[in-house]
């Protein structure tokens, strides 16, 4: 079913508008959620980062795996695709981890039947430094089930 539609807007907006009622995210493992996409969901759904936070800090062992906030919006999870973090241009996400984090959400999203749309930013291909092509692919091995908006702003 899925094609990944591309739109221009704001992903936290489209979660707190319904026009979407997942969101997810790439984090890394030290529990900041300190910049881009993160830092507009730490400030918006403060669960978020709670559900983080409940987290151990520096566990490399969360790559691969997520965490789940419910908001009086919807879900937002926090998928544990990178080990660290830095603005340096390096590639910190890594590709398996996040397609181990996207499996973890797919099948807790059919084990809950969920039938509604996914808003993603660009998972991992921005301060992450992963290739957007790969990823793309990622997304689509495991969310095909489901309408899946990517946000550019």
């Given amino acids: 079913m899925n094609v990944i539609k591309y739109l221009k807007g704001d992903l936290v907006e489209a979660l707190k508008s319904g026009e979407v009622q997942v969101i997810a995210h790439s984090c890394n493992c030290f529990n900041t959620m300190g910049s881009g ?3 507009a969901i730490k400030k ?3 669960e978020a980062y709670a559900a983080d936070c409940r987290t151990v800090k ?3 062992e969360k790559l691969g795996d997520m965490s ?3 908001t009086d919006f ?3 999870f926090n998928l544990y695709g990178q080990y660290n973090y830095g603005k340096d241009g390096k590639q910190y996400t890594d590709y398996t981890a996040l397609d181990s984090a996207l499996f973890h959400m797919s099948g807790f999203l059919a084990f809950l039947d969920f039938e509604g749309s996914i808003g993603l930013p660009k998972i991992g291909a ?3 430094g ?3 092509g790969v990823i793309e692919e990622i997304i689509k091995d495991n969310l095909s089930r489901w309408e ?3 946000y550019v702003l």
């Fill in 37 to 39: 996409v993160a830092l």
């Fill in 44 to 46: 918006s759904f403060p």
């Fill in 58 to 60: 520096g566990d490399k």
């Fill in 68 to 70: 789940i906030a419910v």
């Fill in 74 to 76: 919807g879900k937002v």
């Fill in 126 to 128: 921005g301060i992450g």
């Fill in 130 to 132: 992963g290739d957007w």
């Fill in 148 to 150: 899946v908006n990517v």
